[in-house]
Nanobody, 122 residues
Framework: ETLVESGGGWVQPGGSLRLSCATSGVTFSAYGMAWYREAPGEGPEKVAAISSGGEYTEYADGVKGRFTIFRDNGKSTVYLQMDSLKPDDTAVYYC????????????????WGQGTQVTVSS
């Protein structure tokens, strides 16, 4: 499976970005998907996850109300809309494929993209 992220960049605090993760080589609609991020000197953090059909989503406490994960199974792509960005959101963001059987759970299958850098600063 191939996952390719795009949409990262530099933005001022309060701004917005939309990340995309295009997949190929698998049946996208069978997978739950998630976005993780890793800031310098910190471990990876799961930011958001969505079930295969989009019926369940979950968010890290620090991004609730600001980030939205959604998917287009026809385009085999998952998105992360990030609004009201803060400097603490600066990180490399990674797309991940897995399984999300309930609203509270997500299991990674270990498929990762190469990451896209998001920098929030003035």
């Amino acid at each position: 499976e191939t996952l390719v992220e795009s949409g990262g960049g530099w933005v001022q605090p309060g701004g917005s970005l939309r990340l995309s993760c295009a997949t190929s080589g698998v049946t996208f609609s069978a997978y739950g998907m998630a976005w993780y991020r890793e800031a310098p000197g910190e471990g990876p953090e799961k930011v958001a996850a969505i079930s295969s059909g989009g019926e369940y989503t979950e968010y890290a406490d620090g991004v609730k109300g600001r980030f939205t994960i959604f998917r287009d199974n026809g385009k085999s792509t998952v998105y992360l809309q990030m609004d009201s960005l803060k400097p603490d959101d600066t990180a490399v963001y990674y797309c991940n494929a897995g399984w999300k059987p309930t609203k509270e759970t997500y299991y990674s299958y270990g498929y990762w993209g190469q990451g896209t850098q998001v920098t929030v600063s003035s």
